[in-house]
């Protein structure tokens, strides 16, 4: 078959002078093209080093007979802009960088590709760019950053904070943490969106096996770089694997059933949805929802379990995850090694995989002072730390079209619990009504005007770390908001609220002292009550249209630029949040 690169080479004749006055070599120009997309920069730890991975994957393009092409689209840091208005931009740059992929494979097109990102938005958009070029591909996770002194993780930094805002540490404790917090370039060693990401990427075949989530500066991530680009180079030639050809909707089920398995981010509720609407498939969070009631939540690794992210290779990975699901998976769904997911396992077990990462677990501990087993990192479904997966969706007269909770997350006795209004415009009104004791018992706390239309769906984390951190709050009020959490939070919070405020959903009409009722159990999230009176529901429909008659939506937050073609275009957060021209026709 005739390579795509070599018929742009006959139908555009200043290609060859070009690319010679890149620096190719006149050798190069007739091989398998490969672009090499990552995104490398010094914006924060998770892209920090990915230089040396794409450096590792040229030379496997190379030894296999390609030229691999350097292309970068830089990714931001959800942590850095942490509690600012920088993190707006954050789930809108997950668009604008598939937009720069799809651009960067579209007008100068390759045989193959390798994608290489480790973090929250720069390795779903990776996916999504990848579903649009829709050449061969694999995926090559950057890893995770290895855990501080004290298993210190930078997700407990929201809670160090919090405490040092109530006097309970000194300013001492506080530098401490934050001095320790990244020993190392790499995704942050939880089972944040990062993390989760990485997974999803293996679980829907793209990667090749066991490689997600490794220590980031190992040298078997190098390694698996390097098989990476020979791998590519072997797609490009092969007809059939492209990914339209290999993601098929059990593709997309088994990663929602590993998602599961690991209790990973909310934020995965974005971000496979988006990604699977680049194929034409259709997931939302009822698909999360319905497969998630089934699966043994195995992982115990922070935020919902115990140990530091960067303990999951050493007990195995991914496919330990998923020989414990063997039976919920889609085992003869196709992946990039050319072989079934099922396949794949059989190799790993075969090869000495799980050898290997029995020898890596006893040096972690020898150098932890710990002595744990695969076991205790990754368990086995039958011996789960939970059942019924990980996240619940919830809906009800205040959420219509749902919301999402993390269920592994949530104490117990907030499963069911009818709690009293108080809604806020912003968090930074809440937090400070959180940190300064405004916030009470039995407390439904309401952060609105943040969704996709209102600001750009920032995360709450900062609130969310300090409600869960307070010994008396943490179990005793819910966080509701039609924003979204970092997968780092824990305690009683539900996100993505839908309709949003900004689109006239109904947690825009939520007043003070309204009832609220939360029942995890039976999915439901909803006004039961105005003004502190139980009402039926006929009563709350009515005050509801009456208030919604005197409703007005606010004045655009960004009135030009990114953030506001992302109000204008996104749809809702239980869709995906991804741009759609139609949403104008609103």
Request: aromatic share 6%; with cysteine.
């Amino acid at each position: 078959m005739e390579l795509i690169s070599q018929k742009m080479r006959r139908l555009s004749p200043e290609m060859d002078p070009l690319r010679l006055g890149t620096g190719w070599k006149p050798e190069d120009l007739g091989k398998p093209q490969i672009l090499l997309e990552s995104t490398f920069g010094d914006s924060h730890p998770g892209s920090g080093h990915l230089d040396r991975l794409v450096e590792k994957v040229r030379q496997g393009v190379a030894d296999a007979g390609g030229f691999g092409a350097r292309y970068f689209c830089t990714d931001i840091c959800d942590g850095e802009s942490q509690g600012t208005d920088g993190i707006n931009f954050s789930l809108a740059s997950r668009e604008m960088i598939a937009s720069m992929i799809e651009i960067h494979a579209g007008a100068t097109p390759f045989d193959g590709g390798v994608f290489i990102a480790s973090c929250d938005k720069g390795m779903p958009a990776n996916l999504m760019g990848l579903c649009r070029a829709d050449i061969p591909s694999v995926v090559l996770p950057g890893g995770t950053m290895n855990a501080g002194p004290e298993l210190l993780t930078l997700e407990q930094l929201g809670a160090y904070s919090a405490r040092y805002e109530r006097g309970e540490i000194g300013a001492d404790r506080l530098e401490w943490a934050k001095q320790n917090a990244c020993p190392s370039c790499g995704a942050c060693s939880f089972i944040g969106t990062a993390s989760t990401m990485q997974i999803m990427a293996e679980a829907l075949g793209l990667t090749l096996p066991g490689s997600a989530l490794l220590p980031a500066m190992s040298e078997d991530l190098e390694r698996f770089a390097y098989r990476a680009g020979q791998l590519a180079v072997r797609l490009a030639v092969t007809p059939g694997m492209r990914p339209s050809e290999l993601l098929t909707r059990e593709s997309f089920e088994n990663a929602v059933i590993v998602h599961a398995a690991i209790s990973g981010s909310t934020n995965c509720l974005l971000h496979l949805p988006a990604i699977a609407h680049e194929l034409g498939i259709q997931l939302d969070g009822y698909d999360f929802d319905r497969l998630h009631r089934n699966v043994p939540f195995l992982v115990n690794l922070r935020p919902a379990g115990k140990w530091p992210a960067e303990f999951f290779y050493y007990a195995g990975g991914v496919p330990a995850v998923m020989e414990q699901l063997r039976g919920l998976l889609h085992l003869d769904a196709m992946t990039v090694t050319g072989k079934t997911l099922g396949e794949n396992l059989d190799d790993l077990k075969a090869n000495g995989f799980y050898d290997h990462c029995r020898e890596l677990l006893e040096q972690a501990n020898r150098r932890c002072g710990l002595h744990l087993s695969a076991e205790d990192i990754i368990l086995p479904a039958s011996a789960p730390l939970g059942t019924g997966g990980s996240i619940a969706v919830l809906t009800g007269n205040l959420a219509p079209e749902g919301a999402v909770i993390k269920h592994t997350a949530c104490p117990k006795e907030m499963f069911h619990a009818v709690l009293r209004a108080r809604p806020f415009d912003s968090e930074e009104e809440c937090i400070d009504a959180v940190l300064h004791h405004r916030v009470q018992p039995g407390d439904a706390v309401l952060i609105r005007y943040e969704g996709p239309k209102g600001s750009g769906m920032p995360e709450m984390f900062y609130t969310s770390e300090a409600i869960s951190s307070d010994p008396e709050l943490g179990k005793t009020i819910a966080l509701i908001t039609d924003g979204r959490f970092s997968g780092a939070s824990t305690g009683p919070v539900i996100g993505h609220v839908s309709p949003e405020a900004q689109a006239g959903g109904p947690i825009a009409l939520v007043q003070e002292g309204d009832l609220i009722e939360l029942d995890v159990e039976q999915r439901i999230l909803r006004i039961v009550g105005i003004d502190g009176r139980c009402c039926s529901d006929e009563e709350v429909s009515q005050v509801l249209t009456e208030r919604k008659a005197r409703w007005n939506p606010k004045p655009a937050k960004y009135p030009r630029g990114t953030l506001r073609l992302f109000a204008e275009l996104a749809v809702s957060p239980m869709k995906g949040a991804y741009l759609d021209a139609g949403e104008l026709k609103k």
